[in-house]
């Protein structure tokens, strides 16, 4: 059983940056893929970054590249999301997500999920 608890979530205006953060219970952090996902009102859920579990592969959706870094500490048990450039567009509640697999943008090969936080950016 993992469990995940994201924060960092807000409001913040357009151009400016928050950053993410979900802290995994347990002590196989270090085995898992981390994911992290957003979902709009009425939307789908969609994929935004992901990360091995030795940092060494890493992927994002198109629309976030150059403006998103996805980190990892496994000392901590922590999975970061580092979020610059914000734009409207990237409101959403904000999840992370485990995996005891390689990086896929699938939400259903996740296993576990934390609660979500909640990112709004005004224009």
């Known amino acids: 059983q993992v469990q995940l608890v994201e924060s960092g979530g807000g409001l913040v205006q357009a151009g400016g940056s928050l950053r993410l953060s979900c802290a995994a219970s347990g002590r196989t952090f270090s085995s898992y893929t981390m994911g992290w996902f957003r979902q709009a009102p009425g939307k789908e859920r969609e994929f935004v970054a992901g990360i091995s579990w030795s940092g060494l592969s890493i992927y994002y959706v198109h629309s976030v590249k150059g403006r998103f870094t996805i980190s990892r500490d496994n000392a901590k048990n922590t999975v970061y999301l580092q979020m610059n450039s914000l734009k409207p567009e990237d409101t959403a509640v904000y999840y992370c997500?485990?995996?005891?697999?390689?990086?896929?943008?699938?939400?259903?090969?996740?296993?576990?999920w934390g609660q979500g936080t909640q990112v709004t950016v005004f224009s």
């Open positions: 997500a485990s995996a005891m697999r390689e990086v896929s943008s699938d939400y259903e090969k996740y296993d576990y």
